[in-house]
């Protein structure tokens, strides 16, 4: 599998590493807290749906996307 599979398989589950919050957005703010939140009490699931929420937000909003890939 070449580097850009595995990262796009990655993508498709959640996989990624943390996104990094847009400097002075309050919602970036608040999915930074829900996923850290999601990642101290142990669930995995809740914490990768906190990421591709994130990643939603971050390409509709700030049009950050991840490698080309984005979640629209
Ligand atoms: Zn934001």
């Avoid at 070449?2 to 309050?26: N, Q, R, W, Y």
């Avoid at 390409?59 to 629209?72: E, L, M």
Wanted: hydrophobic content about 35%.
């Amino acid at each position: 599998m070449s580097d850009e599979t595995a990262s796009f398989v990655a993508a498709l589950f959640g996989k990624l590493p943390a996104p990094e919050a847009h400097p002075g957005c309050d919602e970036c703010r608040e999915f930074q807290k829900g996923r850290q939140i999601a990642t101290e009490a142990g669930d995995g699931s809740a914490e990768a749906d906190a990421r591709v929420l994130w990643r939603n937000h971050l390409a509709h909003v700030h049009g950050i996307t991840y490698q080309g890939i984005s979640y629209q």
